[in-house]
Each structure stands twice: as structure tokens, then as C-alpha cells.
């Protein structure tokens, strides 16, 4: 009896450990490579204050509870998350992403996290217009 006990016990134990490495190790699909070649209309470095607010009030409104006010991933929800937020801000991450790339991301959601579809015909409902705003946020405020 307290063989089994203990066997179960382990078991438990390597479960949590490999749930953990799992969702450590999520990779995040490439897109496709029609959403690949898309480039933001609107360029961070010409984008006028207006847009940037824009994309600013859609961050905070939708994105900032998970991925935080400054990007870091460290957002008010972030702690409940079996899959942690990416960290937007790392240096380099978001200069390493393509903007079709993180486009597909919020029109889709990203698979087997908390990321929800944001584009249109979702529940959020937003237009690829305000989705590229909201990438011009990001690349202005978070890009190090």
C-alpha cells in the first residue's frame, strides 16, 4: 500500500513537471506565407500621435491585462495563465517579427493559449485597420 502510495505521488509529480516544460515550450505557429509578406500600412517610426493613441486604447483596453502595461508579459491576468504572455518588450522580439506575423497572431488568437481572435468576424470584432494601429502601438512604445 504505501509502494502504491508513493508510486502515484511520483506520478502526480512528473505530470506537473511535464505540463509545465509543455507550456514552457510553446512555439508559436509561423504564418502563413500570404500573411508573411504583409507589411503595416502605417510605419512606426511616421505614425502621428493619433494613431498611436488609437492603438493605444485597444492595447489597454484588450491586451494590457495579459501582456502588461509595458509589454513585459506581467499583466493583472498574466498570474492566473497556465501559458504565460509573451514579452513584447524583450529586446529584439518585436524586431525579429515580421508585422504580417503579428497581424495573423491577433486576427487568429494563438493555439492552445488564453490569446483570443481579435479580427473581424470574431467576438472582439475589430477591423484589420485598428489591428495594425494597434501594432503600431506596440512598435513605438515596446520596440528596444
Known amino acids: 500500500m504505501k509502494a502504491h502510495a508513493i508510486l502515484s505521488l511520483m506520478g502526480a509529480v512528473g505530470l506537473l513537471f511535464a505540463t ?6 510553446r512555439q508559436i505557429p509561423t504564418a502563413p506565407a500570404d500573411f508573411l509578406s504583409k507589411e503595416n500600412p502605417v510605419k512606426a517610426e511616421e505614425a502621428d500621435e493619433a494613431i498611436i493613441k488609437e492603438g493605444g486604447k485597444i492595447y489597454t483596453k484588450k491586451c494590457q491585462k495579459c501582456h502588461g502595461e509595458t509589454g513585459d508579459g506581467k499583466g493583472s491576468a498574466a498570474g492566473e495563465l497556465t501559458i504565460k504572455p509573451t514579452n513584447l518588450s524583450a529586446p529584439g522580439y518585436l524586431a525579429s517579427r ?3 506575423q503579428l497581424l495573423w ?3 487568429q488568437g494563438s493555439p492552445n493559449t488564453e490569446m483570443k481572435a481579435y479580427g473581424p468576424g470574431s467576438e472582439q470584432n475589430y477591423s484589420e485597420e485598428d489591428l495594425w494601429k494597434v501594432i503600431t502601438f506596440m512598435r513605438v512604445t515596446f520596440t528596444k
Open 105 to 107: 497572431i491577433l486576427l
Open 20 to 25: 509545465q516544460a509543455i507550456a514552457q515550450e
Open 98 to 100: 515580421k508585422d504580417g
